[in-house]
């Protein structure tokens, strides 16, 4: 099996701007002031339907509908996209407009019996629940569709990468699919997988070279929320320096998604060196106080080198663990499996457990199946700051049953 290591990079523009608008400003204005600032067509865009139209990058802006957020093309160039979001700052009906960034996948690195130590660590091996019923987005570089482990499986896919498939030419999001909800290897009874019953739905929101643009991203979580999924996970993100705030589109879309039933998960990042000492800010989107920080642990249940730490306030806390460091799961085909570390590999364990727990209670949504999470972990020996409340557990069994 490969080792691998991988780490979050630097944030990088694309050109284009994210604009946020205030809740009271109806679609129409929406599309108007784009129109006005960019002085071209601005169009608006039900993130149901699935990916932006190939034409969205041609047009000045694109509006979300139902999110208050819009896009203004990365083809304006950068001056005149400076001299337009400093147009746009001065508009009382503007929440923030920033520079959007490309995001990238979250990745840094055998079990030689029935399960992984990460389905183990997490209660699944032993639990009644296996997600069924429950739907769970896996927002990443896709899905490798001709996977063994995957042949049997129905999934719903959307691919919001300008050009590209669902297919997975990368391999972190099969990783992460397979970790969340995959099941057994195809040749003999290994399970690596927590929660195999869930439904499978699959955003490629990150190209085949590992990195997307905030645009797809946030139109991916858009979509993933208005498809219903109880449980998305992200593993992807950028840096973010010590005392920098989240971004508002991220803790609006978590907001929406805790509203309407869903629980956004997403890897607080791999750039802490803590052997010297340094210890890096939960990246984002994971910073946003709506979304679910997830921590990496190694096999005694420390935490993990690289594990990115709570050091800025509102919202840039870890919230929970999960196992992060040498996780076996499924990759493409001819290779098929490998073991990585990384809080990407940490999050798709918490998507799991978070789809147990769905399936335990209907009642347990969006927020109130985050609070169900947090207080039922297993405590920790490293401080909050590193490991959050500690590591996610599967519901216990219920009483009269084994």
């Not at 999110?67 to 001056?79: A, C, E």
């Not at 076996?328 to 085909?333: A, G, I, L, R, T």
């Not at 789809?355 to 609070?371: I, T």
């Amino acid at each position: 099996m490969s080792r691998k290591t991988f780490e979050m990079r630097s944030p990088r523009t694309t050109g284009g701007s994210i604009v946020m608008f205030k809740p009271d400003v109806d679609l129409a204005t929406q599309q108007s002031i784009l129109g006005d600032v960019s002085g071209s067509t601005v169009q608006s865009f039900v993130p149901r339907a699935g990916h932006l139209p190939p034409e969205a990058d041609d047009l000045g802006g694109i509006v979300l509908e139902h999110m208050n957020i819009g896009f203004l093309s990365s083809r304006i160039g950068i001056t005149d996209a400076q001299s337009m979001r400093a147009s746009l700052m001065g508009d009382d009906r503007i929440r923030s407009v920033r520079p959007e960034l490309y995001l990238f996948a979250l990745k840094t690195l055998q079990d030689d019996d029935e399960k992984t130590w990460g389905v183990d660590a997490v209660g699944a091996w032993v639990s009644e629940y296996t997600g069924a019923g429950i739907k769970v987005a896996v927002l990443d570089t896709g899905i490798d569709l001709r996977h063994p482990d995957f042949a049997n499986r129905t999934i719903v896919s959307e691919s919001f990468v300008p050009g590209e498939d669902v297919q997975d030419g990368q391999g972190h999001g099969t990783h992460c699919a397979g970790t969340a909800v995959g099941g057994v290897m195809s040749d003999r009874n290994f399970r690596y997988g927590v929660a195999p019953d869930a439904d499978l739905y699959v955003g490629k929101v990150l190209g085949n070279n590992g990195s997307g643009r905030e645009r797809d991203v946030l139109t991916g979580m858009a979509w993933a929320i208005e498809q219903g999924c109880e449980v998305i996970s992200m593993s992807l993100g950028s840096d973010v320096g010590e005392g920098e705030s989240y971004s508002p589109e991220y803790e609006e879309l978590g907001r929406i998604a805790l509203e309407n039933g869903s629980l956004i998960v997403a890897a607080a990042g791999n750039s802490s060196t803590r052997r010297t000492g340094f210890i890096a800010p939960v990246g984002s989107p994971a910073n946003a106080p709506s979304i679910m920080a997830v921590a990496a642990i190694d096999e005694t249940l420390a935490v993990a080198d690289f594990s990115s730490g709570g050091i800025n306030p509102d919202g840039g806390e870890v919230n929970v663990a999960a196992p992060g460091v040498d996780v076996f799961s499924s990759v493409p085909q001819p290779q098929l499996y490998a073991s990585l570390s990384g809080t990407s590999m940490a999050c798709p364990h918490v998507a799991g457990i978070a789809a147990h727990w769905a399936q335990s209670d209907p009642n347990l949504r969006g927020q109130a199946l985050w609070d169900k999470i947090v207080e039922t972990v297993n405590p920790l020996s490293d401080e909050a700051r590193d490991v959050g409340a500690g590591l996610v557990q599967s519901p216990p069994p219920v009483a009269g049953t084994v």
